[in-house]
């Protein structure tokens, strides 16, 4: 049974996470609310979810997955669930805990993104809070981005089996998850991320290698793949970029 | 050998959520940053691990824990680990992708909580951004604590074995996490939480039966229990605090 994926229509967001690990394996996946509302699509696929009154394993907010009957949320349980099943997992229950630990400190990174732009509160808009966002994305630039990418970096660089991916010697679901944030954080920040290829190239080489695997390729030039927009996560408001003189 | 759990000294924060788990079980453990300078703690013995020339499986920030040579990072990613350890865990991968669910969605409010005296950089002493700090934490208080309380009271409810507790029929880390939070949140916002025992009263029910719990008594009143302060992620500041005269 393909796999159903929840999430927002319109952007890409925490969806976009778990659709390249499904992108990239090749999986059998329907995106729900993408869908014709006709064919049961649309927010009110999500809302029949998050309202039911019957379900026990309510999720909290999208991106949620249904296998079958069982509801996985939150983006590290699906990708923690999805792993072994889509060969995008290390073996061993070490490198496992290992990848998980990363993922999660991905969800930290795409949080404190997302607060660069929503700093008081999700439900006032960007214009409301720009007087916040402005020096909170200023030092999310200056001291959490470089914080974030180093460690990355380092970690990378000190893998036991080879610098190509971040756990084990071969693809998991982390490298996809940080193709995905650099890719973001180049949409958000052109001027902040301009020396990103010098300062972490072995990240860096991570990003391309991603991008040039098949099954992404073609996804990523497909229409599957929600252009970046001012409503997910990466959003490009130039007046919260780094200095354009420093860049 | 014993569990070592890596955490800033003096604070509950987010090592708590490790404490009590392994309180609960009664695990032997050491918590390594508390211990004297001279018996290798204090804050050198965090460093000694982050900025580790050598270590692969760097974290990236403290809570970790080292069981052995392995290093497990993230509040979710060692109560997942420890929890089949400790007999904290439900049975079975789908349970245990609920409990991890949950869990993460503690996380999720743990740092919008932390982020209502710090909205615009952890950096900053919470008196350099009190201004965004008021309409950051009057938000939270308004919509997200009841959008959070009442998810988790609508999911105890519906624990088909249930609604003693949150997954399934025995106790899990999950629920002593759930006490940390209404615990934490009761510290920090006492007027607003004052409705919250009429308004969640299942939850409710959980928090006190988990502060009966033998060894969290005995834990919760011995000097290991650092009490509240306003250095951790539950702060008693009153001017972020509710309404008086709605309370």
Request: net charge neutral; aromatic share 10%.
């Amino acid at each position: 049974m393909a796999y159903e994926l929840y999430y927002w229509p319109g952007l890409q967001g925490r969806g976009e996470f778990v659709r390249l690990a499904l992108e990239e394996a090749g999986a059998d996946y329907v995106d729900v609310a993408r869908l014709p509302k006709s064919e049961g699509g649309g927010v009110a696929a999500l809302r029949r979810v998050l309202d039911s009154p019957a379900e026990p394993h309510l999720p909290f907010a999208p991106p949620f997955l249904k296998d079958g009957d069982l509801i996985v949320p939150q983006v590290a349980g699906i990708l923690y669930y999805l792993g072994p099943r889509l060969g995008l997992a290390p073996q061993g229950e070490a490198a496992r805990t290992a990848a998980n630990g990363l993922q999660l400190t991905i969800a930290d990174l795409v949080a404190e993104v997302h607060d660069t732009h929503h700093p008081i509160a999700a439900s006032l808009a960007y214009e409301d809070q720009k007087g916040a966002a402005k020096p909170r994305a200023a030092a999310f630039l200056a001291e959490r981005l470089p914080k974030f990418m180093g460690y990355f970096e380092r970690v990378l660089t000190r893998n036991p089996r080879g610098a190509a991916w971040i756990v084990g010697d071969g693809l998991t679901y982390v490298d996809l998850s940080l193709f995905q944030v650099v890719e973001g954080l180049r949409y958000a920040f052109p001027r902040a991320m301009a020396p990103f290829s010098d300062r972490w190239p072995v990240l860096a080489r991570l990003h391309g290698a991603v991008a040039a695997r098949p099954n992404i390729a073609r996804y990523l030039a497909s229409d599957r793949r929600i252009p970046f927009n001012e409503t997910g996560i990466f959003r490009r408001y130039p007046e919260l970029d780094g200095d354009a003189r420093a860049a």
